[in-house]
T-cell receptor, first 114, second 113 residues
Framework: DVKVTQSSRYLVKRTGEKVFLECVQD?????MFWYRQDPGLGLRLIYF???????EKGDIPEGYSVSREKKERFSLILESASTNQTSMYLC?????????????FGPGTRLTVL | QKEVEQNSGPLSVPEGAIASLNCTYS??????FFWYRQYSGKSPELIMS????GDKEDGRFTAQLNKASQYVSLLIRDSQPSDSATYLC?????????????FGRGTQLTVWP
C-alpha cells in the first residue's frame, strides 16, 4: 500500500514564526503536492514538484515556499506564519507520465496560527 | 466557469437506497477521472478511477463516464451510514504529464438509518 506520512497531525504556531511541514512517501513517486483545505473553498493547490529540486506553483503559492531535496520528501515552508494560514494542510504523491496519475494523500496537518 | 463542478448538496438518503453523486468538467480533453471519499476531519481517500466511457463497478460503487457530455458520476448502491462523508470529484487533463488534479468542492452525503 502507498504510504504518505506527514510530520504532525496538529500544530499550533504564533504569527511571524517560520513553519516547516514535512511529507514523506514510500512509493518512489515522482510527483508530490501540497494542498490546503478550508471550509467552503475546497482543496486548493499550493505547490507541486515533479522531480527532485523541481517545483511548480499551484493556485495559491503566496506566503509559501517548498523544498524537495530527496525524492521521497517534500517540505512546505511558511516563511512568516499569519492567521489566515490557519488551515488543514494535505500532502499527496503520485506517479508521473502515465494516464493513470492516481494521487494518494497523507493524513493531513491541522495548523493553527495564533 | 469552474474546472470541475459537483452538485453542492448536501445529499441525504435512507439506508439501503442508491446515492447518486454528479460531476461535470469544463475541459473537453480531460482524460482521467477520480472519486475520493473524505470523512470529517480526515484526508481524502481514493475510491474509484475511470478513464474510458461507460461504467466501472467496484463492489457497491459504480463510476459512470460520459466524455461527450463531460459528465462523471458515482453511484453507491445499498447505501450504509458508514458511507456518510464528503465525496470529491477530480480530473486530469489530457497530456498532463505533470499529473495535476483539478478537484470539485465536494458533495456531502448523509445516509440515515
Amino acid at each position: 500500500d502507498v504510504k504518505v506520512t506527514q510530520s504532525s497531525r496538529y500544530l499550533v504556531k504564533r504569527t511571524g514564526e517560520k513553519v516547516f511541514l514535512e511529507c514523506v512517501q514510500d512509493m518512489d513517486h515522482e510527483n508530490m503536492f501540497w494542498y490546503r483545505q478550508d471550509p467552503g473553498l475546497g482543496l486548493r493547490l499550493i505547490y507541486f514538484s515533479y522531480d527532485v529540486k523541481m517545483k511548480e506553483k499551484g493556485d495559491i503559492p503566496e506566503g509559501y515556499s517548498v523544498s524537495r531535496e530527496k525524492k521521497e520528501r517534500f517540505s512546505l515552508i511558511l516563511e512568516s506564519a499569519s492567521t489566515n494560514q490557519t488551515s488543514m494542510y494535505l500532502c499527496a504523491s503520485g506517479e508521473r507520465g502515465t494516464v493513470y496519475n492516481e494521487q494518494f494523500f497523507g493524513p493531513g496537518t491541522r495548523l493553527t496560527v495564533l | 466557469q469552474k474546472e470541475v463542478e459537483q452538485n453542492s448538496g448536501p445529499l441525504s438518503v435512507p439506508e439501503g437506497a442508491i446515492a447518486s453523486l454528479n460531476c461535470t468538467y469544463s475541459d473537453r480533453v480531460s482524460q482521467s477521472f477520480f472519486w475520493y471519499r473524505q470523512y470529517s476531519g480526515k484526508s481524502p481517500e481514493l475510491i474509484m478511477s475511470i478513464y474510458s466511457n461507460g461504467d466501472k463497478e467496484d463492489g457497491r460503487f459504480t463510476a459512470q463516464l460520459n466524455k461527450a457530455s463531460q459528465y462523471v458520476s458515482l453511484l453507491i448502491r445499498d447505501s450504509q451510514p458508514s458511507d456518510s462523508a464528503t465525496y470529491l470529484c477530480a480530473v486530469i487533463r489530457r497530456g498532463s504529464t505533470l499529473g495535476r488534479l483539478y478537484f470539485g468542492r465536494g458533495t456531502q452525503l448523509t445516509v440515515w438509518p
